[in-house]
């Protein structure tokens, strides 16, 4: 999404990122655990990792079958667990996480 870097660097996000994959652009549409599995590859195992996102089966349960932690977003499921109402609440979750 275009606007994703105004977006992050609005809220305070983009210092707490070291890179932004797309599926659009992986060859993998989500949940293929391929798209997470290459996203892990590419950063390294000492990387933290988190996947946010606003559908529960492509980006929660995708990310999540592959050990990446999960914040679903906007869309509330009872079987998520972890949720922000919308994306100013990412940072404190991440900070107050035990994964």
């Not at 977006?7 to 996000?13: F, G, K, Q, R, V």
């Not at 993998?28 to 390294?44: C, D, M, S, T």
């Amino acid at each position: 999404m275009p606007e994703f870097d105004d977006i992050a660097a609005a809220l305070d996000l983009t210092p707490r990122m070291a890179a932004v994959f797309n599926s659009a652009w992986m060859g993998y549409e989500k949940p293929h655990p391929q798209i997470f599995r290459q996203v892990l590859a590419l950063l390294g195992d000492d990387s933290p990792t988190w996947m946010i996102g606003d559908n529960f089966t492509a980006d929660v349960q995708g990310a999540e079958v592959v050990g990446i932690p999960a914040i679903l977003v906007r869309k509330p499921n009872a079987e998520a667990r972890r949720f922000a109402a919308d994306l100013t609440q990412i940072s404190a979750i991440i900070e107050n996480a035990t994964v």
